[in-house]
């Protein structure tokens, strides 16, 4: 899932090559310069490797709810629905099918993120003959 913030993460070789300029007294305005960086992000981030030891650097939780159906449920729910495709909203929506009861749009979100969608069935006239 994309990252909804504004803000962009650094990566590994970016936050390593910011300790070793750190490590050679370089001054964090040139090295936030050289990589296009605010001070204040160059700051942060020496802040955060004195706290933990420099090899190891880990990415910040994610704060959110968490989501409703695991991966073992919502597999378990998109291969329900391709084996009966004609069922409603509502019947995919109770414990049997999803693992738990979730709200009718929940279940269409879930749908919706694998691709599926609700079509109509088209309507065929009885007065054409069949070959």
């Not at 994610?62 to 991966?71: F, M, S």
């Amino acid at each position: 899932m994309p990252n909804k913030t504004s803000r962009k993460e650094l990566s590994e070789s970016a936050v390593n090559t910011i300790w070793q300029f750190h490590l050679y007294m370089i001054t964090g305005g040139k090295i936030a310069k050289h990589l296009g960086l605010a001070r204040s992000t160059f700051n942060a981030v020496i802040r955060r490797l004195r706290k933990q030891p420099p090899p190891v650097y880990v990415k910040a939780l994610r704060t959110g709810r968490p989501p409703r159906l695991d991966e073992r449920a919502e597999r378990h729910l998109i291969r329900y629905v391709g084996q009966n495709p004609f069922q409603t909203i509502e019947t995919l929506s109770t414990p049997s099918k999803a693992g738990c009861r979730i709200h009718v749009n929940t279940t269409r979100n879930y749908l919706a993120k694998n691709e599926i969608y609700a079509f109509r069935p088209r309507r065929t006239s009885t007065a054409w003959p069949r070959l």
